[in-house]
């Protein structure tokens, strides 16, 4: 139905940039809550950052304030994640998810998601 598939991943240094992005397809991409997730090998899936269905409100996890910022393009049915200051910590894959849930649920946990993608792989040396 609802397909995800992010872009933007790489290898950089600690303290560059990196914009990941996020195409969807199959689904009224407007009408979605969209979030970032990341999870490195051996650890849990963890919140980054979430956007409202207009791209009016977020949610950031405290490891991204002041670092990293989400955004959304509706009429190109894609969204962002802007990263700066890149750590090592920050070595991960990121993935994306929408949900058809309202924003007063509070998109903070996988449940509260019903597509994925598959992720990019984002690392970071120091």
């Known amino acids: 139905q609802v397909q995800l598939v992010e872009s933007g991943g790489g290898l950089v240094q600690a303290g560059d940039s990196l914009r990941l992005s996020c195409a969807a397809s199959?689904?009224?991409?407007?009408?979605?809550?969209m979030g970032w997730f990341r999870q490195a090998p051996g650890k849990e899936r963890e919140f980054v950052a979430a956007?409202?269905?207009?791209?009016?409100?977020?949610y950031d996890s405290d490891f991204v304030k002041g670092r990293f910022m989400v955004s959304r393009d509706n009429a190109k049915n894609m969204v962002y994640l802007q990263m700066h200051s890149l750590k090592p910590e920050d070595t991960a894959v990121y993935s994306c998810?929408?949900?058809?849930?309202?924003?007063?649920?509070?998109?903070?946990?996988?449940?509260?998601?019903?597509?994925w993608g598959r992720g990019t792989q984002v690392t970071v040396s120091s």
């Open positions: 998810a929408a949900s058809r849930r309202g924003w007063s649920d509070r998109p903070l946990r996988p449940e509260f998601y019903d597509y």
């Open positions: 956007l409202s269905s207009r791209g009016l409100r977020t």
């Open positions: 199959g689904g009224t991409f407007s009408m979605y809550v």
